[in-house]
C-alpha cells in the first residue's frame, strides 16, 4: 500500500525525455516507482487526460518579506510552484541590526515595489545573523518549500553602516567582516549570494543598492566563499541589464567569467533583449557558452519566458498618473468614484492637455510608446502583434493615441489592464526568447514572485511557459512540452544544487503537479488589497492545476487550498560542487 498513487496520466518526467502514459507511486514523501503500478493507494489521484509533472522550481523570487506571514506564497503556489529561492538581487531582510530594519524595507520597497507599510506590519523580526534569519524562515509551516541566498546589499549594510549604503569602497577590513558573514550564512545553509549592479535598482531613497559599484577585490572575496566552501550559487543582475548606457557592455562578462573559472561555482546572471541594444544579448550568450567550453568558467545566463512587462491599468500604473489634475483630484478615490469621475468631459480634456508634474526616472530607457501598449483580453496574450497595439487601435479609427488610451482605461469599470513590454520585445516577437530558452545554458528565472507588486505579476510564468510555448503560439515555432517542463523543473534544480527534486524518478522527492494540460488557461490579471496594512497588488490565478503536491501531500486541488503545509527550509549542501544544470 502506497501513500499516494496518480494513476494513469500522461508522465512528463522533468528529463525531457519522451512523454509515456503510466502511474506514479509516492510513500514516505518520495517517489517510488513510475510506470505501470499495481499497488494501490491510500489516496489515489486520477490523471487520465493530464499531464503529470515534476513540481515547478522557481529561482527568482523575493519572497523574503513575505515568507514570514503568508504560508500559502501566492501567486506562485497557483501556478505548480513547489519550491522557490528567495534573496535574489541582492536584497533582502538579513543581516540585519534593529536601527536599520526599516532602511532594508525602504531597500526592498525601491527596488522591488513591495509597499514598506505592508513590510513593516508583516514581517516578525526574530533574528539578526543571517543563521538566525533561517532558523526563524525554518520555523514557519507553507505550502512550498523555500531557500534563500545571503544579499550583498544587507550584508554591506551591517558591516559598513551608511558608508556601505552610499558605496563607498570597501576597505580590507570591510572585506574580511563581509566574507565571514557569507561564510557563516553558507554554514548555516545560504543557496548562494546575491549582488546587484545595475542602476535602475534604487532604494527608496533614490539612491543605488549597496554594492552596485563594488570594485573586483570585493566580488572576487565574496565569491571566493563558495568556491572555498564547494557549494552556492553567485547570483547578479549585472550592469547594463536594464538597458541603461554602458561604454563597454561586455565589462560584466568578462570579470563573471575569470571570478567563475577561480573559484569553480556557477554565476547566473539577468539578461534581457533591450530596445536600445537589441542584439546586445546575443553576443553575451556566446560569450558565455565560449568561456564554459573554453575556459572553465559555469555561466548561466538567467532569462524570462516571456517579455519582462509592467502590466498597465488605473488601480497600478497608467500614462496619466503622473498628471496634476489625476494626482490632485482623483488619485486618493476609489476606483469607481475614480472611473465617474474621469468620464467627466473636463477632466478628461484637462488631463489630456497637462503634461506630468514629475518625471519619471526611467523615462528615458522605457518611454511612452503607444505601439507598446495592448490590450489585455480574457485571455492574456503575452506575443501580441503590432496591430493590437493602442497606437494600431488609433491609426485604424483616425484618432490620437492619448485619447484612445484614456477611453479605453476608464472603459467599463475601470479594470481593464495592458500589457506594456519593457524588455524582451523589441522586435515584436518573441523569436529572441525562443533563441535565448534553446540554449543549453541559459536558465529560467526572472520571474520576481512576491516583488514589483503594484506594476508586475510575471509570478504566473510557469503557466504561460506551458500553454504558450508548447501548445499555443501562432507566431512562430513551439518548443515541445517535455522540454519546456525540463527548463523549469530539473535544470533550475540542478543550477541550485537541489538535486533530490525536479524529476520523477524512484528516490527524488515527491513534488508533482497533475494538469489538465489541454485546458490550462491563465486569467487575467488583478488587482487585490491583502498584503498586511491594506497593501495592493497584482495577482494572477490559472485554471488547469488539478493537483499540486509537495514532498507527497496534495496542497492544491483544483486551485484550492487543502489546508496541508508541507514546505521546509532547503538548505544548501556542500556536495553539490561543480553540479551543471
Known sequence: MYDVVVRSGTVVDGTGDAARTGDVA????????????????????????????????????HFDGQVTWDPLLTPSCWHGVTTVVMGNCGVGFAP??????????????????????????????????????????????????????????????????????????AT?????????????????????????????????????????????DELFALGGVLGELGTGVFQLVPAGAGGEPMEDQFREVKWMRRLSAQVGRPITFGLFQNDHEPHLWREIVDMARR??????????????????????GLESTHPFKRR?????QLAHLPLAERVARMHDPEIRRRILAEAPATVNPRAHLFPEDYEKYFPFGRQPDYEPGREDSVAAIAA????????????????????????????????????????????????????????HC????????????????ARDRSRGERLGLEFVVHKQTWQTAALYGLRDRGLLRPGFKADVN????????????????????????????????????????????????????????????????????
Open 26 to 61: 509516492i510513500s514516505d514523501g518520495r517517489i517510488v516507482a513510475v510506470g505501470r503500478v499495481s499497488g494501490r493507494g491510500r489516496r489515489e489521484i486520477d490523471a487520465d487526460g493530464c499531464i503529470v509533472t515534476p513540481g515547478f522550481v522557481d529561482i527568482h523570487t
Open 96 to 169: 540585519v541590526t534593529e536601527p536599520n530594519r526599516e532602511w532594508l524595507i525602504g531597500l526592498m520597497e525601491g527596488v522591488e515595489d513591495i509597499p514598506g507599510a505592508s513590510l513593516s506590519e508583516g514581517i516578525r523580526w526574530a533574528w539578526e545573523s543571517f543563521p538566525e534569519y533561517l532558523e526563524a524562515v525554518a520555523g514557519l509551516s507553507r505550502v512550498m518549500d523555500v531557500g534563500a541566498q545571503v544579499p550583498h546589499g544587507a550584508v554591506r549594510a551591517y558591516v559598513m553602516g551608511e558608508r556601505g549604503a552610499a558605496n563607498e569602497p
Open 172 to 216: 580590507p577590513e570591510d572585506i574580511a567582516a563581509m566574507t565571514a558573514i557569507v561564510r557563516e550564512a553558507m554554514h548555516a545553509g545560504a543557496l548562494g549570494f546575491s549582488t546587484s549592479r545595475t542602476t535602475t535598482h534604487l532604494a527608496i531613497s533614490g539612491e543605488p543598492v549597496p554594492g552596485t559599484f563594488a570594485a573586483e
Open 291 to 312: 568561456a564554459n567550453e573554453t575556459e572553465g568558467a559555469q555561466l548561466y545566463p538567467q532569462i524570462a519566458g516571456r517579455p519582462f512587462s509592467v502590466i498597465v
Open 324 to 328: 496634476p489634475t489625476y494626482q490632485e
Open 396 to 451: 485604424r479609427a483616425g484618432r490620437d493615441c492619448e485619447e484612445v488610451m484614456y477611453d479605453l482605461l476608464v472603459a467599463g469599470d475601470g479594470t481593464q489592464t495592458f500589457l506594456r513590454p519593457l524588455l524582451g520585445y523589441s522586435e515584436f516577437s518573441l523569436d529572441p526568447i525562443h533563441q535565448m530558452l534553446r540554449e543549453p545554458h541559459c536558465v529560467v528565472g526572472l520571474s520576481d514572485a512576491g516583488a
Open 454 to 469: 503594484r506594476l508586475i505579476c510575471d509570478a504566473s510564468t510557469p503557466t504561460s511557459q506551458l500553454t504558450h510555448w
Open 514 to 581: 497533475v494538469i489538465d494540460f489541454d485546458n490550462l488557461a491563465l486569467r487575467p490579471p488583478q488587482f487585490v488589497h491583502d498584503l498586511p496594512a491594506g497593501g495592493g497588488r497584482l495577482i494572477q490565478r490559472a485554471d488547469g492545476y488539478r493537483a499540486t503536491l509537495v514532498s507527497g501531500e496534495v496542497t492544491f486541488v483544483d486551485g484550492e487550498h487543502t489546508g496541508a503545509r508541507p514546505g521546509r527550509l532547503v538548505r544548501g549542501a556542500r556536495d553539490t560542487a561543480g553540479a551543471r544544470p
